[in-house]
């Protein structure tokens, strides 16, 4: 649902109107039109909360560093650039979900509840995959730049 800040502050869960066919509008509650600066600064706004929030962003932030760098001091063909950036983006954005659906399972029920417990397992999951294969990218790309000077035949 498109809300707008007053909406999510006031808690108001019937924000957004929906048309007869069940579909969005870019309507809040009290009939204004949302813009799209609006709507983008809602996004960022979201982005921070995601980062702030979530210790494992440093991480995953200390990671994507160390590859750009490794990058450019090995000088990567654009389309491998495209890859990194590629899997650096699928990482950050599966993180971001995985703290959305933290975030909202908090909201939703503070005690401990199984099904929300497995639905944050399936989401951590997520980032494991994204990350896992986001390695063997970077493994597949960084080794053959890697091997010669790690193993330099006199």
Not at 48 to 70: C, D, K, M, R
Request: glycine share 10%.
């Amino acid at each position: 649902m498109d809300l707008t800040p007053h909406d999510r502050q006031a808690g108001d869960k019937q924000a957004g109107d929906r048309s007869t066919d069940g579909a969005q509008s870019d309507h809040t509650q009290t009939g204004h039109k949302r813009t799209w600066v609006s709507k983008f600064a809602d996004a960022f706004r979201g982005v921070w909360h995601g980062v702030a929030g979530e210790s494992s962003f440093l991480i995953h932030g200390l990671a994507a560093a160390v590859v750009v760098t490794f990058a450019g001091a090995l000088r990567v063909a654009p389309g491998e650039w495209c890859l990194l950036a590629l899997c650096i983006t699928g990482v950050l954005v599966a993180e971001l979900f995985n703290s959305a659906l933290e975030s909202m399972a908090k909201a939703v029920d503070e005690h401990h509840n199984p099904a929300l417990g497995s639905a944050l397992d399936i989401a951590s999951g997520a980032v494991l995959v994204a990350a896992g294969g986001a390695v063997i990218v970077g493994v597949v790309i960084f080794v053959p730049y890697l091997w010669p000077l790690l193993f330099r035949v006199a």
